[in-house]
C-alpha cells in the first residue's frame, strides 16, 4: 500500500466525484481510477458504490476511511514535530475563531515573543470549527460557547458580559441598565444563526417570552457597532467587542447572567510545537488580566 493512494482515497472519499477529485489533486481522472483500483485489489474489497462518475463510500470504504485519516494525520503530525525541533522559531500557527473581538490584542501581544511565526487564522460558525478540531486541522480555536469532545481539550479563559448596544439618542439610551424584555418590540442587527452569541442570545431571549426581531443578519461582528451608530437596529454585542465609540451607549441586562463563556481549544492527539504552547500562555496570560 503506497501513501499515494491514501491520499487520492481521501481527497475521492471527500468529493465522490472521480472528475472533481482529479482536478483538485492535479491528475488525470484514468490515472486517479487506477490508483483506486489498485488500493481496492490490495485491500481486496471494493471501497465505493459506483454510480456513472459519482461514488458513494461504501460500508468497507466508510471503515478504511477513519484508518486512512489517522494515518496521515500521524505522519503529518510527526512532520511538524520535526519542523518544531528543527526550526523552533518558524513556522505557521493555524488558527480558528467565532469570537475575533479580543484577537487583534492577543496576536500583538505573542508577536512581541514571536516575532518569525505566521498565522493563518479563520473566522468560523461553531460546527465548521468542531470539524477542523476534529480532524486536528488547526492549534487553537478561540471560540464562544465551549466545545466539548472525546478529542477536544477545552479551557474556559474567560466569562463575558453581554451588552445591549443603542445609538445616542434611542429611548434607553439615557439608561443605566436594560432589562431583556423591554427589548421584545426592537429590531436588531446581529450576526447569523450558528455562531456561538447569536444562539446564546436567542435562547436567553426566548427564555423570557420573546424571539429578538432582526433587519440585518451577517458573518462580520466587527461590523455591528457601524450598524448601531447609524441607527439600523441595536445589538448585543459582547464586552470585549465594546467600543470607545461616543455615538454608541452600551447597556448592562438587568436580572440576568447574559454572559458568554470564552474557551481555548485543541485536539489532544495534534502536536502542540513550543510556539502554540507560548501561545496558549499568552492566551490565558491576556484573559487573567483583563478580568482584573
Not at 195 to 213: A, E, I, M
Amino acid at each position: 500500500m503506497e501513501l499515494l493512494q491514501l491520499k487520492y482515497f481521501l481527497e475521492v472519499a471527500r468529493l465522490e466525484h472521480v472528475t472533481e477529485a482529479a482536478r483538485s489533486l492535479h491528475v488525470t481522472q484514468s490515472s486517479l481510477s487506477k490508483t483506486i483500483q489498485r488500493l481496492e485489489e490490495d485491500l481486496g474489497a471494493p471501497l465505493f458504490d459506483r454510480i456513472g462518475r459519482k461514488l458513494r463510500l461504501n460500508e468497507f470504504g466508510s471503515r478504511f476511511l477513519r484508518r486512512a485519516e489517522r494515518a496521515l494525520f500521524e505522519l503529518d503530525q510527526g512532520k511538524q514535530e520535526i519542523s518544531d525541533l528543527s526550526s523552533p522559531e518558524h513556522g505557521t500557527l493555524e488558527l480558528a475563531v467565532t469570537t475575533a473581538s479580543t484577537l487583534p490584542n492577543i496576536l500583538r501581544e505573542f508577536r512581541k515573543k514571536r516575532p518569525y511565526i505566521q498565522f493563518h487564522v479563520q473566522m468560523l460558525t461553531t460546527q465548521e470549527m468542531v470539524t477542523l478540531l476534529q480532524r486536528g486541522e488547526v492549534d487553537f480555536c478561540l471560540s464562544s460557547p465551549p466545545i466539548q469532545g472525546d478529542d477536544i481539550e477545552c479551557q474556559i479563559v474567560f466569562i463575558d458580559p453581554i451588552l445591549v448596544a443603542v445609538p445616542k439618542g434611542h429611548r434607553l439610551a439615557d439608561r443605566s441598565s436594560v432589562s431583556l424584555i423591554e427589548l421584545k418590540d426592537e429590531w436588531f442587527v446581529g450576526v447569523k444563526r450558528g455562531y456561538g452569541t447569536r444562539d446564546l442570545v436567542d435562547s436567553v431571549c426566548k427564555s423570557v417570552g420573546f424571539v429578538p426581531k432582526y433587519v440585518y443578519e451577517g458573518d462580520e461582528p466587527a461590523r455591528l457597532n457601524t450598524l448601531v451608530e447609524a441607527d439600523i437596529g441595536i445589538a448585543f454585542i459582547p464586552s470585549t467587542a465594546r467600543l470607545t465609540w461616543e455615538h454608541i451607549k452600551y447597556l448592562p441586562v438587568e436580572n440576568h447572567e447574559l454572559v458568554r463563556e470564552i474557551a481555548l481549544l485543541w485536539n489532544r492527539s495534534r502536536y502542540i510545537s513550543r510556539a502554540a504552547l507560548e501561545f496558549r500562555k499568552v492566551v490565558v496570560e491576556y484573559f487573567e488580566t483583563i478580568s482584573k
